[in-house]
């Protein structure tokens, strides 16, 4: 007779039971996940098997208004939190594009990104401090630590700036701890190591968790980081009795106590003190490799693997957990058991679910075409068409929407009640499909900037003419004033007020947290400003000069301008980058690249006002919206003199709409930002030789001429020039495929359409650098005045 007692449960061993289990279910969820790609069931797969215990410990300390920033590899994390189950992480791997099935992207990310929603159904932010939060991750290696910085750094607004502290839906006293994970491979990228100093500059809640396999992808870590230890890298990062700096902690992946202890003591010091900490955990596995894309038994040795196996967590847990007398080797199996039954029953119900969300679409596209067929028997074709997609395997919607527009070919010179009904299973198919893959780009909310009304600048005899500057000086200081959910940082920005002056004194009036000045680090200005509007907040991050926009592209591209598809409006970070450029001599501070910018940012609204007032108005227009936006202000404008509006607080400058600078009948002339003075210089040249320009400033690139006003000029004139300083092909192309293919003008023109741009090189230096590498006033006029002269020779002969 077996006389052993079992052991005695207690809150405490019941708890790690259950941490036992779920880590068992997250293994299961990626072995799984594994076999349904290699079944053809998902396109890919990335899964955090390995990690599982050190995710465990680190749920434990992560409370309400806690923030992650992390990676693809944190699916037990969120299991542990609450905020991801079973179903869902496989609804995801499937790509179901409903969001109530994949709350993270509706379908829109491969597994593994995980997301929470901040906000309702109406686009309105949700209480922050009631629940747990995840930022919405991206695939770009230690992409998530610009962002990551940023809510911490929101933490610290929170606490600091007496204003916020009524704002409880946000934050409570700052209290908030933003938890980034990232793997060791990726700490080689810059943008961590920008993260991290810049956090031990600011001294922010920010506890950084490194899972160390070893390896990135096929790399080892000898390849990855000097002595092969990232934590000994940055141990000058350590804070000491001196200086302020990081916590750095070192635990292994398999030791459950010496992780929670761990976990705690680090999440509680940044969250009581602001102080940055920093959670190596060594010795993780991965038993599957890197993903479904290869093996790692073509890279790792067999010591390796074998080491691997015997210090997988899970196994190592188990061990413990019998050594301890917490339960015994058969409770255990059952556990294990049970939650290998749970894992498959939730696969299951999620393939069941993202089919069924098919079906109806699919059955009905079978139903047109068996009609079709019925009604046009002499049409040869249909059956193969319909029996093709009857008999596919686990179809999906472009089976069904290739099918009928293959059907609608044979139909095109037939009429009949079922080609109608195709046609309207086609249609509904389109407006269904542009929700579900295309929609939320931008705002959809009633904050959208887009939807922000127009308020015109005012002016009376009291108006003063004072320089650009002063302007923008005049708003920065009514937004402060009005809003203490406005801050903005740069370099330079805070004590001496930017280097063109727009913040002089501001800083001074409103205080440090509110105007701030930062190291030279766009990268993370960027995450910083992200972070922190996603937390309620309404930063203004200020790139110096155009051309530095190139450190922090990537995050604007990856990120922020992705923000709202990615989730499917489920979150939002209607962050203001300021920056300015155009007309300037040298290679440098001079740039336009407009074309790289337009290309890469979509998502992200491009305002490119051609003085200071008109970009006071977007400022204005921009902090009453939910939408991100990147202004571009006029390097050479500063000192020009322009009238105050007397509502300089209030006007507003709606996006995507153009404003007629002059109006004529010869030819239209398309251009934005500086270029809208050397347009109008040379159309004062043009003007003495008998030729009329109409000028239109385009005053936003994203969105682009809504109204359609420059057709209507087109229409008019005939001709139409498209100038700005971009390299060839650049804005210009844009501008042109705009008016010509979308809005249809390429009918109306009697002569060619022109581009006049900068040369391919940058700008040489000085005036005449300025002068010869961009448009001139001169160039503008001999380039409209031969457009001219083609259509007229006689009225306009060759000059020279």
């Not at 922000?452 to 302007?471: F, L, T």
């Not at 006003?709 to 804005?731: H, Y």
């Given at each position: ?24 279910l ?27 215990l ?51 992207s ?32 991206i ?118 106590r ?44 067999p ?9 997988d ?59 079709a ?75 959208s900037?887009?939807e ?20 923008l ?55 910083q ?7 309620g ?17 990537q ?123 050397v ?29 359609h ?23 210009s ?50 380039k ?17």
């Open positions: 007779m077996n006389t052993t007692k079992a052991p005695r449960k207690t809150k405490k061993t019941t708890e790690i039971l259950a941490d036992f289990k779920l880590a068992c997250s293994r299961e969820a990626s072995l799984l996940g594994r076999k349904e790609v290699f079944m053809g069931k998902a396109k890919f797969g990335i899964f955090g098997d390995g990690k599982e050190a995710q465990i410990a680190m749920a434990k300390s992560f409370k309400n208004g806690d923030f992650r920033s992390g990676y693809y590899r944190d699916q037990t994390f969120m299991f542990a939190i609450n905020q991801l189950t079973l179903q869902e992480y496989f609804a995801q791997l499937y790509a179901h594009t409903d969001v109530e099935a994949d709350p993270s509706a379908g829109r990310l491969m597994n593994g990104h995980f997301s929470t929603r901040l906000l309702d159904e109406e686009g309105n932010w949700k209480n922050l401090t009631e629940e747990k939060h995840s930022s919405a991750d695939s770009p290696t230690a992409g998530q630590m610009p962002r990551l910085l940023g809510l911490a750094y929101a933490s610290k607004l929170y606490r600091q700036n007496a204003g916020l502290k009524e704002l409880k839906q946000f934050s409570i006293n700052g209290n908030e701890v933003a938890f980034g994970t990232i793997g060791n491979a990726s700490t080689s990228e810059g943008m961590f190591y920008e993260a991290v100093n810049a956090a031990g500059v600011l001294q922010v809640p920010m506890l950084i968790s490194i899972w160390d396999d070893e390896y990135g992808i096929s790399v080892p870590k000898e390849y990855h980081t000097t002595k092969g230890n990232i934590s000994a890298v940055l141990e000058g990062f350590r804070r000491d009795e001196h200086h302020a700096g990081f916590e750095i902690y070192r635990v292994n992946g398999w030791d459950y010496a992780l929670i202890d761990t976990y705690q003591e680090a999440s509680e010091l940044s969250r009581k003190n602001h102080v940055p900490t920093m959670v190596h955990v060594q010795q993780m596995t991965q038993p599957q490799g890197h993903s479904t894309s290869g093996s790692h038994e073509r890279y790792k040795s010591e390796r693997l074998q080491w691997e196996t015997e210090h967590c899970i196994k190592m847990f188990r061990s413990w957990i019998i050594e301890e007398g917490i339960a015994e080797s058969d409770e255990l199996d059952e556990l294990a058991s049970l939650a290998k039954k749970e894992a498959k029953e939730a696969k299951d119900a999620a393939w069941q679910a993202f089919n069924k969300s098919i079906e109806e679409e699919h059955n009905a596209a079978l139903q047109c075409l068996a009609n067929i019925n009604e046009f028997r002499e049409i040869r074709g249909l059956e193969e068409i319909r029996d093709t997609l009857d008999k596919t395997v686990n179809p999906i919607r472009l089976d069904s929407y290739k099918a009928i527009k293959k059907g609608l070919r044979l139909l095109s010179k037939k009429s009949g009640e079922s080609r109608a009904v195709m046609i309207t299973w086609l249609k509904r198919a389109e407006n269904k499909n542009y929700d579900r893959f295309n929609s939320y780009l931008y705002s959809q909310s009633s904050e900037a887009l922000v009304d127009e308020i015109p600048a005012s002016y009376s005899e009291q108006s003063q003419m004072v320089d650009g500057r002063e302007v000086q005049a708003c920065f200081n009514a937004a402060l004033q009005r809003d203490p959910r406005v801050l903005a940082f740069g370099e330079d920005v805070g004590k001496i007020g930017d280097v063109n002056q727009a913040f002089a004194g501001l800083q001074e009036k409103y205080g440090e947290s509110r105007v701030t000045d930062t190291g030279i680090r766009e990268c993370t200005i960027i995450g400003g992200i972070g922190a509007a996603l937390r907040l309404r930063p203004i991050a200020e790139i110096q000069y155009l051309d530095y926009l190139l450190y922090a592209i995050i604007l591209s990856d990120d922020l301008a992705t923000l709202q598809y990615r989730t499917k409006g489920g979150q939002k970070a209607p962050l203001i980058i300021r920056t300015r450029g155009h007309r300037l001599e040298g290679v440098w501070h001079s740039g336009s690249p407009m074309g790289m910018i337009l290309n890469s940012i979509r998502g992200i609204y491009v305002l490119v006002p051609r003085n200071m007032t008109q970009a006071a108005g977007f400022y204005n227009t921009m902090l009453k919206s939910d939408d991100a936006a990147i202004i571009i202000e006029c390097l050479n404008g500063y000192r020009l003199k322009e009238k105050t509006p007397d509502n300089i607080s209030e006007f507003t400058v709606p996006l995507g709409k153009v404003e007629t600078l002059r109006e004529g009948k010869d030819v239209t002339i398309v251009t934005y930002g500086s270029m809208c003075r347009v109008m210089d040379a159309a004062d040249q043009l003007n003495e030789m008998g030729i009329s320009c109409e000028i239109i400033d385009t005053q936003t690139l994203l969105p682009f001429d809504l109204n006003d420059i057709l209507k000029s087109v229409k008019k004139t005939s001709r139409v020039v498209f100038a700005d300083e971009d390299v060839p092909g650049g804005a192309a844009f501008m042109m495929q705009k008016v010509l293919e979308e809005q249809g003008a390429y009918q109306y023109l009697d002569s060619k359409p022109i581009t006049i741009t900068g040369k391919e090189h940058r700008p040489a230096y000085a005036s005449d650098g300025d002068y010869f590498s961009k448009p001139n006033p001169e160039e503008i006029f001999d409209v005045y031969a457009l001219m002269s083609e259509a007229n020779p006689d009225k306009y002969p060759d000059i020279y």
